[in-house]
DNA sequence: CCAAGTGTATTGTTGTATTGATACACATGG
DNA sequence: CCATGTGTATCAATACAACAATACACTTGG
């Protein structure tokens, strides 16, 4: 598995060790990541993103914790096949659900017009 | 000036000085806050959301040294007059972009369709 | 004038978060 | 068997955020 399957950016204020468990959240839930998949060993994506192992390790440890991911001792980490895999459409929007509030909030406070917004984000989502 | 226009999360993970400037910057630019309008004492906001008043004042500083607000000695800190009071809806909606940029991606990660997520975003804004 | 109200500088403390360097235990494959 | 590849436990070094308790300079209203 390529260690690029992971977009980190490591000058953001947002812990790295977060940005990467969150994503495996989406991707898994997406099954982008399929159940059984072996991930990029710690080593790979931190040289490919030029951070500590050992922030990759404290991610894939509460990725595991969390139900995300499965151990396999000497081997390396795979995706679980636990209640995670490929969620339904359903569950896979409650992921975004308190990022869709925040957005909301903050366009009112900006008192943008729903239709500006809207259009945006439509354009921004046809990619 | 009332305490609790600021809306603040004392848990969040987001620093308490942070959620007040980027709610200031927004309040202003949508000219919720008006040029001129004083704002609650440091005091008022530190007691009305039981927090620490230094770091309201915190707060307030980089809002100062941001050009959004202009420090009365004596008296408290007012809305400046500068180039940020009450912007067009074009200068509004680019503030709120880098959020937007992030629901767009994660919503590709989650593989949500377009319709979905403009529909829920939608029913958000009709408040 | 002066009490009461502004913001702020200062110093110290506490708790936590984040990252880093190193060494270790384990499993695999030739 | 052993080099190589896993993940990770451990300890250390910072940095950050918030709080606490003062003291200070300033303005206003009675």
Redesign the interface.
């Known amino acids: 598995m390529d260690a690029s399957i992971l977009?980190i950016h490591p000058a953001s204020p947002e812990p790295i060790y977060r940005q990467i468990v969150d994503?495996l959240r989406?991707?898994i839930?997406?099954?982008?990541l399929a159940v059984g998949e072996r991930l990029p060993s710690v080593r790979d994506v931190a040289g490919f993103h030029a951070i500590n192992p050992m922030t990759v390790s404290r991610a894939y440890g509460l990725a595991e914790s969390e139900g995300l991911l499965e151990r396999q001792r000497g081997k390396g980490m795979v995706v679980a096949s636990g209640p995670t895999g490929s969620q339904s459409?359903r569950e896979?929007?409650q992921?975004?659900?308190p990022?869709?509030?925040?957005?909301?909030r903050?366009?009112?406070?900006?008192?943008?017009?729903?239709d500006?917004?809207?259009r945006?984000?439509?354009h921004?989502?046809?990619?």
């Open positions: 977009t994503q989406r991707l839930a997406a099954g982008q459409a896979r929007m992921l975004l659900e990022h869709l509030k925040e957005t909301a903050q366009a009112q406070e900006l008192e943008l017009p729903a500006t917004v809207l945006r984000l439509k921004l989502l046809g990619n």
